[in-house]
Structures are given as structure tokens and as C-alpha cells.
């Protein structure tokens, strides 16, 4: 069998694959890419240098010799011959300057260390001149078209060949089954990114080949076209297409024998009163928004006749509804009311009982009635079948990225059908043989599964345990979205029922005991399981089920359990553990005294070669247990039964395992890690506690220091950092969205508190946070590369040595204890149990599943795709759904009533597409006062903003100034010192196509510009277009008062390779209308500039390095308002987005870089500046990508932010490196006492954050608003 050779070196493998492993790891290749980017970057660096002099040199003999002549300026024409950029607004006129190279004339970003006073007291910032460079984006662009080679069949044409009989009972896979030939790629062309696909096979259809601007599009704001009008009739069993063409868009075709498009109800204004009635807004709180949504989705609809509503009664027309539902369904005489395919079942579950003896089929039973459920087979064809599976894909293939400076692509890694995991699974279907008889396309629907329960309302004990099922065919970014529906309801888990107890002491003679009702409420969960794998499905599984698609094309599905998200307790529950048991991970049977290992070389081995596997003996254990406590009549929690079990199993034969066992699937593998329960509101929640503890014993003013800080942490985004509470060290009612923020902002509030005690421990502190940060970051990445992953590794390892160290040094320096709330929830403890109420010690424990499993993540990600994949944040969302139906009920066996009003939202929300009002904006008084910015009362109505421009800057003439008179009256103000010169030299600047020089222009230069009317006008906000990472697109929206702060590529070509950016705050947005009227090229007459004018930032001269490697955030300070380049004029072309700067605030105020009142300030600032700010780079996962560089869809600013990507990309001898320091570091404290641990392991099973489960925020996938006008993920 010929062999390939790893080129760098020289090793053999006899499989392709094999070479792609050892590639990853691969020291040599390392090393050679490492090599390769230093020089590449050397290069560049040397060739700006040389190119920057020979245009200064040819710049000064050209003045010199013709004074008259000028360059030629750069028109929207020019612009427009290249598709792949964005454009710059109309009457906007640009140089044509090369996005990475700066224009001629620049300055520093610092100033010269010659002119630094390195011992000056004030450490203010200098600065030379400011001049960004020019930005370009990126559009993301469809991939490359696919030919389709596999042949289709339709019902309407020829129809598939006789398929024998398959029996009822799945075939066992045979264990000596032969690993698949390596198949042949098959790529697709590079899109302007450098991505391709690589695929086995193409298929017959691909979604992302009809994707439209609006599904990548993620700002509420931004104006998409609209689709089309829809038929009404669409959502209801509209006629499949006749069409074979299997590469033709799936099509719901809009032909209906109805003449009522609004069947079946009899009229417009019925449906319309049904609509509202399922609307997700409506929640019973009615109020004044109320009755607004009456008007708006009732009254105002097109078609509302009130005379039709007379005899109209809600009951009658949702039974209509219910029959047209199950006329719908695959089969039309199922039980349960004929509602589309749901049913009720029961199970028997056998009760043991110590002392009695019996076999397992003759021990008493109680009866669990009136299970809900679906048929999880028919929930797939269903959704296959419906015009959603337009959205789905049916190839998995790798998506890999060729980049310039690289000799090899790089594997991305991001949703379901690109990971590892699915193209396993998918390579064993295709190699194994086809259905006799069968040549359709075989497809692989990977089903990802959630459970959890849920309270269903604030008072009382109402709670609900959904199962809900999603398909990983779907783009995440799409099955995000609650307005798709693509989270299909599958059963509602019953609890133990109220009987239990009497029969259990009807057949015993006395009530089960709580270790006998935990071993129930495991049975019961896993028998209902076992009743959702119906032979039907297991049939299919192997065999496959043919399903005719929405555009007439039969293929042949494969169902496949591809993930099972779920918090901890219903995990172990599933997994068929202990909760907290010795051996407490459901993926690994590491002990629970060895979790502090993690991130160490050993506990990395020990995951890898310690995993769980479903094993014909475990499950003889399993069994013989059984018999022990049936036949030999022993307790459930015996000793007898602990010693016949190792490694923290339970006695409970599991569903998974005796459905898929013989199947080849280990069920272990489907446990997918849980950011939200495990580390926003488990691991971090843990760290911010303990810090807040060591705040406690610095003193009062310490905690009140803290809570001081985060109140004036400024807001970001819409809804990205939201203002904090007023006490955060209570830490009560947060939720998880809230604990990402105050990791986020925390390193800038925690800094200096404790330097007083110890510096070492502040330093310590800043370290921890800061990486805590980074690995957050990496950890929700929805885009990640081989490059990423493997600097997410090297981030793993360092934040389990941090963390070691913060809890043994913090142990040595802190007399750390309880916190108030936890001392009152222990005396409540105490008092129940009878015992004494006194406050030991607390000390930091790492012995906990939640920082074990920190150390899976990077595995999880490779091998299924990034985490927003299979977050619990999605069934969390689903939940209010639930609980937004739970109102509609009578609170009487509300469980039926849910699933009954689940499926009629989800079929009204199909019937037609809901309109969106537009709000009217109330218009106010102009301001008499002049005011460089608009206040929040000023009406400046911006539409909608087309995701292609850069920037919106509404057209409104309102608000002008005469500029004579406007500028009169700010003369005092030293920020509007020279404004107009300034501003006719940046005018200048963009109507001549070349950069300022250093010598301004002269006045007879700037005598060629005027403004028409002498005015300028003035706006309330600026819209910023950008593509993320992730290749989405995106916008952020700032003002004056209060999102001020942007950055800008570095201008200076010698400093941009270490400091890439610039940043400042905005001191008004403005438009104006010049004349040009210089005489030696021809300009229109009279053109429109927008304009911001802004306050620069500086770098501070005391922060050498800065950076995710470093763990320091950029530090900032003003420049002085007598340096005359503190004020300047911004292109918004040029900016990149907005950015979050936070006060640095271990400094005070001064009043030293802009002496005395100034409209340049914000009015919250009190006409004081802080001394420092901090530029947060963790502040969403963008922002992120542009400080750790090699973002995929930061194509504009790869290049110059390579000496971030250099400095963050691992290498196997950094692992090794940070792997013996680690093996170093001294173990888990062991004066850890027995109380402590008995809290840990209450507050997991109790569940302390039912309230910070179910809250979440738009980085969580909560929409914003009214409706659903902000929906899916925020960005990243």
C-alpha cells in the first residue's frame, strides 16, 4: 500500500488522514510557518519603509518643479470596478490607496521617544500628527457553484426502482466491520476570503448556493429587501414541485384550489385575531403596548372587517385549526385528538425493595400515565418535508482557508455538517452498502437533542422537563433564531407521579426511601426513552427512510443522535452516573480528587485514554446489579450494590445504551460540554465569588470601591454590555448574560484593589481575569481554524495553572469567608439539620466537575463543531416559548394544552409572514443652545441602512449652524480651536485623493473650499457597517452622549506592525455642502461631505506591551488639548467599527489634557477625564478576532494585525514549555473541609441559578425589543 511522507519531516503514514494529524502537531511545519510569517512580515515592514521615503522624495521634487500640478483624484467610477469592495457613499471621493499600505503623508501614533520626558509626572500621551489609513471591506460572497453527478427521483417522474422488504428489527453492525477506503476530495473554487470546500461527494442540492444578504445579515437596523409577497396558503400543504431539476431553489409553489387564501379560517380578520392571540409578544401583559399590538396586527392589517367578526368565537376556530393541523400530518388517524402526531403513552417502572425477593418481570410496578410525545421518526420526515429543509444541507464537507501568506489551508471548524463527528458519520453510511435495489441520495440528519426543566412561573411549583430536537442539516445561525422554529418539540418528560408513595407502601408496607425514588426517577427517564426509539426508527437508522423533499426529490435519510445538550444533573442522569460521584465526568472516569489536574500533560492523557465506553461489560455489570436488589432483595444504595459497581455507575439499564449498543454509537460521545451552566454561571461565578470574599476582608470600602466601578463601566452595543446593578458584590438575580459582562469588564474593575496587601496578588488577579477573558473568548468562538484551536489548547493548559496558583497563593494571603447571602443560606441550612451555624473557612476549591470540564472544550469543538452549535442557551430560549403558552392554559393538566398551542403558533406563523410596523418618531423642538451634538430629544430620523454602504449618516437638513456664528460661540472651547482651517484640509485632503502633509495646505488652498450658505449640519448617529470573523455582517451604532468611542487602522506605515490601531472619541457627526472651486481639475460644483469630529487617544508611553499574550489591555490616554493635533476630522469610511473603552480606574481624574469646561466632553464625565482608559478587547468575539489577529473575515486588516496572530499562535514547544511549568505547581490544598465540599455538591444538585438558567441576554441568543426585530446570536 503506498505510503505519504510528511514533507517537513520525513515521516510516513499509510493513510491520508494520518498525515492531517500529525500535521496538526507537527513541530517542523510549526516552526516552518512561524519562520515563514516573521519574514513575510520583516518583508512587508522594509518595503513600506522604502516605499513611504520614494513617494516623500518624488512628493517633495514634484512641488518643487510644478508647483501647479496636482494628482489625479480618484472617482466613484474607479471604485466601482472592483465588485469585491464596499463603496463609499455617493459624493464621498477616495484615494485609491492599497488597504495595508498608509497614504504619504503620515504621523506616529507615539510620539518620538526623543521627545518623551520618560520621568515626567503628568505621562501625558503625545502625539505628531493623526491620519488613519484608508479601510476597505469585505463583502461575504456565495461559494463557488456545485455540479451535481448523483441522480434524482421525483413522485411525479420516473419513481424508484422496488426496494425489498426490510425486517422490522435493526441489524447489528458486525465489530469486525472494515475501516472505509480514503475517499477522493472533491473542491470547490476559493471564494475572495480563500475558503473552499472540500467534499466526497457533492450534493444534489446546496442551500448556501441561494443564500440572500438578509441571512447574514445580524443588525436589526439594517434594510432588507423583501423576499416577495406570500401566499397565505404556503403554510398550509401547499402543492409540492413537480420539478426533477434537483438544483433549482426549493419551492413551496403558491397554487391552491381554495378560493379562501385564509383557510381554514373563514376571513381575513379571523386570522388575523388568531394570529395575535399565538403572536410571541403577547404574555398576558396587556397594558398600553397591549393594546398598541391590537391596533398594529389587527386593526391596521389589510382586509379587517369588523362586520366579519360578529359571530367569530375563538374555541370554534382553534378546533378548526386543530382538525386542518392533523388533515396535515403523515398520518391522519393518529390517537391524541388527531393533533398532528402527538400522542399519550405509559410505562411500567419495577419498584425494588430491600428484604424482598423477586425477579425483575415479577416485581411490583407502578404505572407513570399520560406521557407526551411525538414520533421521533415522523418529526424527522416532517421536517425534511417542510419548505424549512430548503435551509438544510445534505453533504457535509470540510471548509478549509488558503491564505496568502501560508503554503497549506487551514481547516475551519464551525457547524454541525463541517465537523469531524458528521463526516464520520456520514462516511459510514455512504461506504456501507447501498438498499438493494435503491440508487437514491443518501442523506445523514443529524438530530441534536435537549431536556431540562423549567419552572413555569415566578410563584408556585408548576414546572415542565421539554425534549426538544433540532437537525444539525440547519445553519446555526439560522436554528438560532426562535422565529424559525426549528427546535421541534419531542416529548414532555413526566415527573414521578404524586401515587408513587402509595403504592410503594401498598405493596411494601412502608414509603420508599429517597435513595429509592432517585433510582425511580432514573428509570423513569430512561424508559421513556426507550418508548421514543421505536423499532420504526431503529429500522431506519440502519436502513434508512425515504423522504420526498419540498421540491419533489426522494432521497433516502439516515437518522443519527448527533449531541444531547443538558446541565450537569440531567447529564449524569443520562449518562447513567452518580451525581457527584467519585468518578463525576460523563465523557471520562477521571476521580473526582484528581480534577485540580486539569490543563496538566497527565490529566490530558488521562481524558484520552480514560474515556467512557459503552462495553458489553458494563453493561453485564449493570445487569448483575439488577439482580441483586430484584432477585437477592438488596438495597438500591447497598453496599453490596456499590461494590458491583465501579467507576460511579448506577444500576438503570440505559435507553441509549440497549437501543444503539449493537449499532455501533457510543452514547458517552453525545454529551457535549455546557458553557453557559459551566462556566458562566459555574466556573467564572465561582472566581468572581472568591475575588469578592478577598474584597470582604480588605474591608467595607474595598466591596464598595468595587461596586462603585462596575455602575460606571459605560454600556456597549445594543445589549452587548448592559449597565451593571447597583451592588454587584451581592451577586443577586444575575444571569448568565450578566456574568459574561462582568467577566468581560472585569479586569479594568478589580485593578489596584488588592495592591495594598499585595502587589503580587493584584498582578496575580489581573493575570487570571484577563486570561479567564481570552479563553471565554476562544470558547464561544462561532468561527474557529486549526490556528485558533490550537492556541485555545495552550489557553486551556494556562488557565488551569493560573487558576491553581490564585487558589494556593490567595489561600496563603486571604482569610477568606462565607458571604453574607451564603452565611444566611447556611444558618437555613443549619437550622433545619439542628446543627451549629458557624462560618469556617473558605477556601477556593478546584475539585469540581465544572473546572474538569474546562479541559474538554478544545476536543469538543474539533470533533463537533463550535460550541453555539449545541448550547444550552437555545433549549433556555425555547423555554420561554413554553412559558409564553403555559399562559394560555387553565393550569390543569397543562402539559397536553402546551403541546396543542405549540403546534398552532408554529403552523400560524407559517400561514403568512408577519409585517412589521414601523414606528413613528415624535418630533421635538430644535435646541436654541449650540451644541457640537444632538441631545437624546433631538428627531433625526434614520431609515434603515443598506448592509453594503460603510457607514449611514441620515440626510436630514434640520439641525444646521451658521458656521461664522456656531463657531462664534464655542471660541472659548480650546477642542474647537482652528476647526475650520482643520476642517478644510480634510476636506481638501479627500477632494484631491492625496493624504495631509505635515505643512497644512496654504490659505489660498483653503480658499478654493467653501460651504454652501455657510453651514454645517449636524446628526445624532453614525451606522458602521463591517463583516465579522465569521464572514456575517454587522453594524454598530454610535453618538456623541454616549457610544463616542472608534478605532481606525494605524496611519503610520513604521509603527502600524506594532500598534495596528488608532482610536478616538466622536465629538459630533456633520455633513456639508462644498464648492470647490480650484481651477486645475474639474470637481462638481457642489458635492456632500460627512464628517466626524473627534478627540484622540494616544497610546500610553508607560505600557511597553499590550495585548491578549501579554494579558494587558491597551492602555489610552488624551492627548493635550494644546498639541494641535488632540482635535481632528474623521472619513467614516475609514473607520473599522465602534470599540468599548473602560476607565482605567486605579487612576483619578484630571483636568490636565483639556483645562476647564468643554463641549469636547460627555455631560457624565463632569468635565474631568481619566487619567488612563482601557480599550476592551474581549468585549464581544469580534473584537477579539482583531486583537488576537487571523480572523477569516478580516481580510481588510489581516496583514496588519499579523504581529498579533504571531504572538498568539501556538506551537508544540510553547504546550510542552507551559506543560513542565504547570507539573511544577503545587497541588490542591488539602485543609479543604468536609463542609465545603458538601456545599459545592448541594449548590449542584439544588441548582442555585434557576433564575441565571433562564435568563439570557442577546449574546445568548435573546432577542431584543419589541417582536423579534433582533434575533439569533449577537455578534461575536
Known amino acids: 500500500m503506498p505510503k505519504v511522507t510528511c514533507k517537513t519531516c520525513g515521516d510516513l503514514f499509510e493513510q491520508g488522514r494520518g498525515l492531517s494529524n500529525h500535521q496538526r502537531k507537527c513541530i517542523g511545519l510549526k516552526r516552518l510557518h512561524k519562520e515563514t510569517l516573521k519574514r513575510r512580515t520583516e518583508a512587508v515592514r522594509a518595503l513600506r519603509k522604502r516605499e513611504k521615503k520614494h513617494r516623500k522624495e518624488a512628493l517633495l521634487n514634484q512641488q518643487a518643479e510644478h508647483k501647479d500640478h496636482e494628482p489625479e483624484p480618484t472617482n466613484n467610477e474607479e471604485l466601482e470596478e472592483d465588485a469585491e469592495m464596499f463603496m463609499h457613499p455617493e459624493g464621498d471621493v477616495e484615494p485609491d490607496v492599497e488597504p495595508d499600505v498608509a497614504p504619504e503623508h503620515e504621523s506616529q501614533l507615539q510620539p518620538d521617544n526623543q521627545d518623551l520626558d520618560v520621568n515626567s509626572q503628568t505621562g501625558r500621551p503625545k502625539r505628531q500628527r493623526f491620519l488613519p489609513a484608508a479601510f476597505r471591506d469585505f463583502i461575504p460572497s456565495q461559494p463557488s457553484a456545485l455540479s451535481s453527478t448523483i441522480p434524482t427521483r421525483t413522485r411525479y417522474g420516473s419513481t424508484p426502482p422496488a426496494i425489498d422488504p426490510i425486517s422490522p428489527e435493526p441489524e447489528s453492525r458486525s465489530p469486525s466491520f472494515e475501516p472505509p477506503p480514503e475517499p477522493t476530495m472533491r473542491c470547490t473554487e476559493p471564494d475572495i476570503f480563500g475558503l473552499f470546500r472540500e467534499y466526497t461527494e457533492f450534493p444534489s442540492y446546496e442551500p448556501d448556493n441561494h443564500i440572500s444578504l438578509d441571512e447574514i445579515c445580524d443588525a436589526a437596523t439594517f434594510n432588507i429587501p423583501p423576499s416577495g409577497p406570500r401566499n397565505p396558503e404556503s403554510g398550509f400543504g401547499a402543492p409540492k414541485c413537480t420539478t426533477s431539476d434537483s438544483n433549482t431553489r426549493f419551492n413551496s409553489l403558491s397554487a391552491s384550489n381554495s378560493s379562501n387564501p385564509y383557510a381554514p379560517f373563514p376571513n381575513a380578520s379571523t386570522y388575523h385575531m ?41 374555541h370554534t376556530e382553534a378546533k378548526k385549526l386543530d382538525k386542518y393541523i392533523a388533515s396535515q400530518t403523515f398520518q391522519s388517524d393518529l390517537p391524541f385528538d388527531n393533533h398532528a402526531g402527538w400522542k399519550r403513552s405509559s410505562v411500567r417502572i419495577p419498584l425494588p425493595c430491600a428484604g424482598h425477593k423477586n425477579t425483575e418481570d415479577q416485581a411490583p410496578t407502578v404505572v407513570v400515565d399520560d406521557i407526551i410525545h411525538r414520533d421521533l421518526l415522523e418529526v424527522m420526515k416532517e421536517a425534511y418535508s417542510s419548505d424549512a429543509s430548503s435551509e438544510y444541507h445534505l453533504r457535509g464537507y470540510k471548509q478549509m482557508w488558503q491564505r496568502d501568506d501560508r503554503p497549506d489551508p487551514i481547516r475551519i471548524h464551525g457547524e454541525v455538517y463541517t465537523s469531524e463527528a458528521f463526516l464520520e458519520m456520514e462516511n459510514e453510511v455512504l461506504s456501507s452498502p447501498a438498499e438493494p435495489g435503491c440508487d437514491l441520495e443518501r442523506v445523514v440528519a443529524p438530530i441534536m437533542v435537549y431536556s431540562d426543566s423549567t419552572h413555569l412561573a415566578s410563584f408556585g411549583t408548576a414546572s415542565i422537563c421539554p425534549g426538544y430536537v433540532w437537525f444539525g442539516s440547519q445553519s446555526k445561525y439560522s436554528r438560532a433564531k426562535p422565529s ?18 402509595d403504592d410503594y407502601t401498598r405493596h411494601f408496607g412502608h414509603a420508599p426511601s429517597e435513595a429509592v425514588k432517585t433510582h425511580l426517577k432514573r428509570e423513569l427517564k430512561h424508559a421513556v426513552w426507550q418508548l421514543l426509539f421505536t423499532a420504526d426508527f431503529l429500522n431506519a437508522y440502519v436502513h434508512g427512510t425515504v423522504v420526498e423533499g419540498p421540491d419533489g426529490v426522494l432521497r433516502r435519510l439516515y437518522p443519527r443522535i448527533f449531541t444531547y445538550s443538558a446541565d450537569y444533573p440531567e447529564k449524569v442522569l443520562l449518562a447513567s452516573i452518580k451525581n457527584l460521584g467519585t468518578h463525576f465526568c460523563p465523557r471520562c472516569t477521571t476521580e473526582k480528587k484528581s480534577a485540580y489536574e486539569m490543563g496538566t500533560q497527565k490529566d490530558m492523557d488521562r481524558r484520552q485514554f480514560c474515556r467512557r465506553v459503552d462495553t458489553q461489560n458494563r453493561r453485564k455489570m449493570i445487569e448483575r446489579a439488577r439482580k441483586k436488589f430484584f432477585k437477592h ?20 439499564r440505559n435507553a441509549f445504551s440497549e437501543a444503539f449498543h449493537d449499532l455501533g454509537l457510543n452514547y458517552f460521545r453525545l454529551f457535549v460540554n455546557d458553557i453557559l451552566h459551566e462556566v458562566e454561571v459555574g466556573m467564572f461565578k465561582d472566581v468572581i465569588s472568591h475575588l469578592i470574599r478577598m474584597c470582604h476582608t480588605m474591608g467595607k470600602d474595598t466591596v464598595q470601591e468595587l461596586n462603585q466601578r462596575f455602575r460606571k463601566v459605560p454600556t456597549f452595543g445594543r445589549g452587548t454590555i448592559r449597565r451593571f446593578v447597583d451592588n454587584v458584590s451581592e451577586l443577586k438575580k444575575l444571569a448568565a448574560r450578566d456574568f459574561e459582562d462582568l467577566l468581560q469588564c472585569a479586569p479594568a474593575c478589580f485593578e489596584g484593589l488588592f495592591a495594598e496587601k499585595s502587589q503580587e496578588i493584584d498582578d496575580l488577579v489581573q493575570d487570571l481575569l484577563a486570561h479567564f477573558a481570552t479563553w471565554h473568548a476562544y470558547a464561544k468562538l462561532r468561527l474557529h481554524t486549526e490556528l ?35 452565611v444566611a443560606a447556611r444558618a437555613r441550612r443549619k437550622a433545619n439539620n439542628g446543627s451549629n451555624t458557624d462560618t469556617p473557612r473558605k477556601l477556593f476549591n478546584l475539585n469540581t466537575y465544572k473546572f474538569h470540564a474546562l479541559g474538554d472544550y478544545p476536543w469538543t469543538i474539533r470533533t463537533f463543531g463550535t460550541t453555539d452549535s449545541y448550547s444550552t442557551q437555545l433549549g433556555e430560549l425555547e423555554h420561554r416559548r413554553v412559558k409564553r403558552l403555559y399562559i394560555h392554559t387553565n393550569k390543569i393538566n397543562f402539559t397536553f394544552q402546551i403541546a396543542r398551542h405549540e403546534q398552532r403558533r408554529r403552523v400560524l406563523k407559517n400561514l403568512l409572514q408577519q409585517k412589521k410596523t414601523s414606528k413613528q418618531q415624535e418630533h421635538a423642538t430644535r435646541s436654541k443652545i449650540s451644541q457640537p451634538s444632538l441631545t437624546f430629544a433631538d428627531s433625526d430620523p434614520l431609515p434603515f441602512t443598506d448592509p453594503l454602504t460603510r457607514y449611514h449618516i441620515s440626510s436630514n437638513t434640520r439641525f444646521s449652524e451658521n458656521l461664522t456664528t456656531w463657531l462664534g460661540g464655542l471660541q472659548d472651547d480650546p477642542a474647537f480651536t482652528n476647526f475650520l482651517p482643520k476642517l478644510k484640509d480634510h476636506i481638501l485632503g479627500r477632494l484631491l485623493g492625496v493624504a495631509q502633509s505635515d505643512t497644512t495646505f496654504s490659505e489660498a488652498e483653503r480658499a478654493t473650499v467653501t460651504f454652501m450658505n455657510n453651514r454645517i449640519f449636524r446628526h445624532k448617529v453614525v451606522r458602521l457597517n463591517y463583516t465579522t470573523y465569521d464572514l456575517r455582517r454587522n453594524q454598530d451604532s454610535c453618538n456623541p452622549r454616549t457610544h463616542a468611542d472608534i478605532m481606525m487602522l494605524s496611519g503610520d506605515s513604521e509603527t502600524r506592525a506594532e500598534h495596528p490601531y488608532w482610536f478616538a472619541r466622536i465629538i459630533g457627526i456633520y455633513h456639508v455642502d462644498v464648492v470647490y472651486s480650484g481651477q486645475r481639475q474639474k470637481f462638481p460644483v457642489h458635492q456632500k461631505f460627512n464628517f466626524l469630529y473627534v478627540r484622540w487617544f494616544g497610546l500610553a508611553r508607560e505600557q511597553d506591551r499590550y495585548g491578549i499574550h501579554t494579558k494587558r489591555m491597551p492602555s489610552l490616554g488624551f492627548i493635550d488639548a494644546h498639541d494641535p493635533e488632540a482635535f481632528g476630522f474623521v472619513d467614516p469610511s475609514d473607520v473599522i467599527r465602534a470599540c468599548h473603552i473602560i476607565p482605567a480606574y486605579a487612576y483619578e481624574k484630571t483636568t490636565q489634557f483639556l483645562p476647564g469646561p468643554s463641549l469636547a466632553r460627555q455631560e ?11 480599550v476592551n478587547m474581549w468585549v464581544d468575539r469580534d473584537m477579539f478576532m482583531r486583537f488576537r489577529g487571523g480572523g477569516v473575515g478580516h481580510k481588510a486588516t489581516l496583514l496588519a494585525t499579523s504581529v498579533f496572530e504571531e504572538e498568539n499562535t501556538a506551537s508544540m514547544g510553547d504546550l510542552e514549555e507551559l506543560y513542565d511549568r504547570v507539573s511544577t505547581m503545587p497541588g490542591e490544598d488539602d485543609d479543604s473541609t468536609k463542609d465545603e465540599e458538601e456545599e459545592e455538591e448541594e449548590s449542584e444538585r439544588a441548582g442555585d441559578n434557576v433564575e441565571a438558567e433562564d435568563e439570557l441576554g442577546p449574546e445568548d441568543g435573546e432577542d431584543i425589543g419589541e417582536g423579534e426585530n433582533f434575533e439569533g446570536f449577537a455578534e461575536y
Not at 289 to 295: E, F, H, K, L, M
Not at 794 to 811: Q, S, V
Open 633 to 652: 432483595g438488596k438495597g438500591v444504595n447497598s453496599n453490596s450494590i456499590d461494590q458491583a459497581l465501579t467507576e460511579s455507575w448506577t444500576p438503570t
Open 274 to 314: 388568531m394570529k395575535f392571540a399565538y403572536s410571541e409578544s403577547n404574555d398576558n401583559s396587556f397594558g398600553l403596548a397591549g393594546i398598541q399590538r391590537v391596533n398594529d396586527e389587527i386593526i391596521q392589517q389589510p382586509g379587517f372587517n369588523p362586520e366579519e367578526l360578529r359571530t367569530f368565537n375563538a
Open 788 to 822: 485558533t484551536l490550537e492556541s485555545f489548547e495552550l489557553a486551556t493548559t494556562e488557565l488551569g495553572h493560573l487558576l491553581r496558583k490564585f487558589a494556593h497563593e490567595t489561600a496563603k494571603t486571604f482569610d477568606t469567608r462565607l458571604l453574607p447571602r451564603e
Open 1164 to 1174: 457624565s464625565d463632569n468635565n474631568e477625564d481619566y487619567f488612563r482608559y482601557y
Open 484 to 501: 424559525k422554529f426549528a427546535a421541534h418539540h419531542l416529548v414532555y418528560f413526566p415527573s414521578l407521579p404524586k401515587h408513587v408513595d
